[in-house]
Nanobody, 121 residues
Framework: QVQLVESGGGLVQPGGSLRLSCAAS????????MGWYRQAPGKEREFVTS???????DSAESVKGRFTISRDNAKNAVYLQMNSLKPEDTGLYYC???????????????WGQGTQVTVSS
């Protein structure tokens, strides 16, 4: 089994910063893409940003220039530095990882439980 645990959410004022962390553990042979989605109240879950094991990143237009994703492959961990936060960034942030558990298995998506980010004055 693969487990993802997020941390670092909280309440911050508009314009402030937060750093989220996520670590994958368990029976892991390899991890390809890791990243973040978020879900605001009453809305569907949306893609935020991702990073491959080779360091290639992708981000939603709404967060470009404000959010930075990074990764520690040795620790199977991913980080999200969020700056210039806006009230519309409020939501439950979910970490995901594309993992394979043996050398012959395919990559499958695994998800964390989510960490709440609230941007409000």
């Amino acid at each position: 089994q693969v487990q993802l645990v997020e941390s670092g959410g909280g309440l911050v004022q508009p314009g402030g910063s937060l750093r989220l962390s996520c670590a994958a553990s368990g029976s892991i042979f390899g991890v390809y893409t890791m990243g973040w989605y978020r879900q605001a109240p009453g809305k569907e879950r949306e893609f935020v940003t991702s990073i491959t094991s080779g360091g290639v990143t992708d981000s939603a237009e709404s967060v470009k220039g404000r959010f930075t994703i990074s990764r520690d492959n040795a620790k199977n961990a991913v980080y999200l530095q969020m700056n210039s936060l806006k009230p519309e960034d409020t939501g439950l942030y979910y970490c995901f990882a594309d993992c394979k558990v043996t050398w012959y298995s395919t990559y499958n998506d695994y998800w964390g439980q989510g960490t709440q980010v609230t941007v409000s004055s």
